[in-house]
Structures are given as C-alpha cells and as structure tokens.
C-alpha cells in the first residue's frame, strides 16, 4: 500500500464514531479481531467502541507518522461479505463514512475498497457525494416528480421533511392537473370522485374502472391523512422519520405518480 498521509484527529474521530456506531457500528468483537488483523494494539478495550477504536488508530498513526492503519481498518471493515446477510448495514456505513472520507479525499467504493477522491471543504458538497437516500430511490427507479419536490431535503438526509416535501408535491401535481386550488381530501374528493370527477383513469364505464378510481381516491386520502398531516403539523421530535421508513413512503409516492401519469382532465 502507498504511504498515506497522517490523518487530520477530528477526521479519525469522525470516522471511528461511524465505525463503531452505538446503533449500526461495527462490536466489540469485531473491532477487536479487525485492530488484530492489521497489527494494531487494542490500547483501552475498557472504554466506549468508538473512543477505544480512535484510541488504537491514533496511537498507531502517532507511533507509525502514517494514516495507512484507517484505511486498512475500514477495508477489512467494509469487505462486502461480510454483509451478505445485512446490505442495509453496508449501505448506511459506506455512506456515512463517504461523508466523513470526502473531507481527506478518499472514499469508500462499492466493492468496499477505499479509494483517492478530490477533497470537499464544505458539508453540503460533502453529503452530495455520499447522497445516500437519493441514491437508493434512484436504484428503485423513482419517478422524477418524488425527486423534484425534495431534493434540497434529500442532500441533507432530511427524511422528515424529504417526505413532507414528497407529499406536498402530489398535492401540487394533482391541482396542476385539475386547476383547483383546495388541499387535502377535499382537492381529492372533487378531482377524483362523485358523479362528476374532474381527473379520471378510464371512461368509468364499467364497475371495475369506477372500482379503481374510487380506490385510487382512498389511497391518495390515506397519504394525506396518515403522513402528510402529522408530518405537517407535528414537531419533528414527535415524530421520529427513519431511513426505511422514508424509502417505502416515497417508493408509494412514485406508485402515485406514475398512476397520475395515466390520468386525464374531462
């Protein structure tokens, strides 16, 4: 391996603290046998995982004057089998330590090995390149209308308000489509449903389409109602908006616009 230049202390410490993640880190165990494998003393195995791993890289950084022990770390860490069973653990990883990486100029690929990159000196560009949320909507072929209304919240990982967002631009949509200018279920209710919709999926001649339009009602009712709403009104404290949670949302708002895709103003 060519020599690496000595890490920046606040940069170890960021990366450690990814590593050895109370919630999504690597154990004690596996730190233990990882800092074994690349010769690395384990210094304070007593204290917290991530204080104890940045203990041990730094020591070996200051005795060695060469940052190589991180990188080494992190590729053993970061070997793609060792995910085969958890790739959410392997995604969240990869894309927090990018974050952290972009700022000495390395990155994690996908094959799990660190690699040179150009320095970011600035958060914003620095979570753009890890882009983690935007890159698993993408990966699931997302339709461009759940994107545009986000994106800014998306650069952040912004789940809380990425998905606000997200459902705020279905109920833009769907006013661009009808011309209303109501919310909620009563802009639903007058642009899909009674006798007179104003947006449908099919002639509504038979029971089936009128089965599916009234289906297609309840469900963007339902969006409104149950996610929308309390995200829109509720402090973030009180509602907690994870990852995954926010993947699946915004996956079902794409289901809702590529519907609104086939809907026509009569």
């Known amino acids: 391996m060519e020599r690496i230049e000595s890490f920046d202390s606040q940069h170890l410490e960021a990366a450690c603290q990814v590593l050895a993640d109370t919630e999504r880190g690597l154990t004690g165990s596996q730190i233990e046998r990882l800092l074994q494998e690349i010769n690395v003393e384990d210094v304070s195995s007593e204290l917290a995982k991530w204080k104890r791993l940045f203990n041990a890289l730094a020591g070996a950084q200051n ?34 330590l990018n974050v952290v ?45 759940v994107l545009k209304y986000c994106r800014a919240e998306l650069l952040e990982e912004n789940y809380f308000h990425a998905v606000l967002e997200a459902t705020k631009g279905v109920a833009q949509r769907i006013r661009d489509m009808s011309g209303l200018g109501s919310d909620g279920a009563d802009l639903v209710n007058t642009a899909f449903s009674g006798k007179s919709p104003i947006l449908t999926f ?55 616009h590529r519907k609104l895709d086939g809907a026509v103003k009569i």
């Open 63 to 96: 005795k060695h004057h060469v940052g190589n022990h991180l990188i080494m770390f992190i590729n053993r860490a970061m070997n793609p089998v060792s995910y085969a069973r958890d790739k959410a653990a392997f995604d969240w990883r990869r894309s927090k």
């Open 202 to 256: 099919s002639s509504l001649e038979t029971e089936t389409d009128k089965s599916e339009q009234r289906g297609f009602s309840n469900l963007l009712i339902g969006l409104f109602g149950a996610i929308r709403n309390p995200v829109a009104h509720a402090p973030k404290i009180s509602w907690p908006m994870s990852e995954l949670d926010a993947l699946d949302i915004m996956t079902f708002i794409s289901f809702v």
């Open 101 to 145: 990486l972009a700022f000495s100029g390395f990155q994690v690929r996908e094959d799990g090995k660190v690699a040179r990159s150009s320095k970011e000196t600035t958060l914003k560009g620095a979570l753009a390149r890890a882009g983690h949320l935007q890159a698993a909507l993408e990966s699931r072929n997302v339709h461009p209308e």
